[in-house]
């Protein structure tokens, strides 16, 4: 077996790089100045290429042909002073991580009733530092995390049957914060493939957290810093053997952990008289391993019999979605039906609450902005980007997000469209002094905000281009005064 690469060297970094550029990760405005400017020359090369690629070659002048060869000559002399630029910032990078003085520095933010760590992204180093420490766990711990979407897939396919069966939905209590240090330790250290150097730096984040943390609401030796990258990794780590002895069980048909939120399916509950008995013996299981699951009665705990005559509709909701249950006694058959959840329901309220309150807080200065803005929101709220800084050109929006809705979801989202046409429209006198003018540009707008519906732009995975610079701009006052997530 080949040994693997975990050094925090420029090869490594470089690596690291291209992953996050392919995710989109990697904004350049951030870089350097130096790589900036060969970015900016390989982009006005590129321009003048596609404008001589739109005439055909065979109309092309002497002086285009000549032009033609000498700009992909000068593409590929700033395609390696661009690799040139790179590496010599991720060298400067990797020789600061290597050096003695090099150090994560942990920084306390308010998370909800919790502490949230984060360590600065405009430290480089640290950054690059902390993402190649990631990789190297992953790899040598083989850490697989399941995507909401393939999970939530399963589900659907799972829950509905004509198989009876018992399902637990429930939640680790204080996850991050419930983590035992000491077990978790010598799983580290007991894998003899991670290297050295990524088991003092896990050790270093560790001791920094527990000199920080309030240790009056988190347990001495507890624990993982709740909102640095390294910490998901550590609890995947921990979990991994829980997992595995959960699934093994003779009576577990599926199970599935996301970061906290836990989700069974059983075929039987043994000797317990009750599926309320069984799970009080998963409480303990827990507990046994350092991490108590919610009380029955938690809106996110949920049991559910579907094994003996009793078989009420019920719901329950997870990673995003209400899902219903109905029993249907005649075919003896379990159907589930996915629409959003409260929390997705609330956030696509308060957006569409937001864009037109931003429409009018700004048609009082700029009406010609604020109409553009406003329409610009609702093709955001309604349909799909590509996002354009990912090489994988990864889709996002109403349908990407929410693409198991069924048709109680999609009444939903006809409401959402109703909501949207019977907002009020406010242009302030002052902009607009003339009634008539006033109302013609009011009804006109009113028109183009009619042609927004949601179920349509989900049955058709409606896409609208979208720069990632507006989309940020966008974001900033669709999502103002939203809780922290």
Aim: glycine share 4%; aromatic share 10%; with cysteine.
């Amino acid at each position: 077996m080949p040994i693997l690469d975990q050094s925090f060297s420029t090869d490594n970094f470089e690596v690291i790089y291209n992953l996050l550029s392919r995710k989109g990760k990697v904004n350049i405005d951030k870089m350097p100045e130096s790589y900036k400017d060969v970015v900016a020359e390989i982009k006005g090369v590129n321009e003048r290429l596609k404008e001589l690629n739109h005439k055909k070659k065979s109309a092309w002048t002497e002086d285009e042909t000549a032009e033609h060869q000498a700009l992909q000559d000068k593409r590929k002399e700033l395609r390696i002073k661009k690799h040139d630029e790179l590496l010599n910032i991720l060298s400067s990078l990797a020789k600061e991580v290597r050096s003695n003085t090099f150090k994560f520095d942990l920084s306390i933010q308010k998370y909800r009733d919790n502490e949230e760590f984060v360590i600065d992204k405009a430290n480089r180093a640290a950054y690059y530092a902390m993402c190649q420490l990631q990789h190297n766990m992953k790899r040598t711990f083989n850490i697989e995390m399941e995507s909401r979407h393939s999970i939530m897939v399963s589900i659907k396919r799972l829950l509905n049957t004509k198989t009876p069966l018992y399902a637990i939905r429930t939640d680790v209590s204080g996850f991050f914060e419930s983590i035992p240090q000491d077990p978790l330790l010598a799983k580290i250290e007991s894998n003899s493939l991670l290297s050295y150097k990524s088991k003092s730096f896990i050790r270093a984040i560790l001791k920094e957290y527990n000199e920080k943390k309030d240790t009056s609401a988190v347990d001495v030796k507890h624990g993982v810093p709740r909102g640095v990258g390294v910490s998901s990794m550590l609890s995947e780590i921990y979990m991994q053997d829980i997992d595995r002895e959960l699934k093994n069980r003779q009576e577990v048909i599926f199970y599935v952990r996301y970061v906290d939120d836990i989700f069974m399916l059983l075929a039987s509950i043994g000797s317990h008289g009750s599926i309320e008995d069984y799970y009080k013996d998963l409480k303990t299981f827990f507990i046994g391993k350092g991490l108590s699951l919610k009380d029955i009665g938690d809106d996110k705990c949920k049991l559910l019999d579907y094994v003996n005559k009793s078989r009420p509709n019920d719901s329950f909701y997870y990673l995003g979605y209400d899902i219903k249950l109905t029993y249907k006694a005649s075919d003896k058959e379990l159907n589930a039906e996915f629409s959003l959840s409260k929390k997705k329901r609330d956030k696509l309220r308060n957006r569409i609450q937001n864009a037109f309150l931003h429409f009018e807080n700004l048609s009082k200065v700029d009406l010609k902005q604020a109409r553009r803005d406003l329409l610009d929101a609702l093709r955001l709220i309604s349909g799909n980007i590509r996002l354009r800084n990912s090489k994988n050109g990864i889709k996002a929006g109403l349908y990407y997000s929410n693409d198991l809705l069924d048709e109680i979801g999609l009444k939903e989202l006809d409401k959402f469209t109703q909501r949207i046409h019977h907002m009020s429209l406010n242009v302030p006198e002052e902009t607009i002094s003339d009634d008539k003018e006033r109302r013609e540009f009011v009804n006109k707008l009113k028109m183009r905000i009619e042609k927004t519906d949601l179920v349509q732009s989900w049955k058709n995975r409606t896409m609208y281009n979208i720069h990632m610079d507006r989309l940020s701009e966008i974001m900033k006052w669709l999502d103002y005064g939203k809780e922290e997530n």
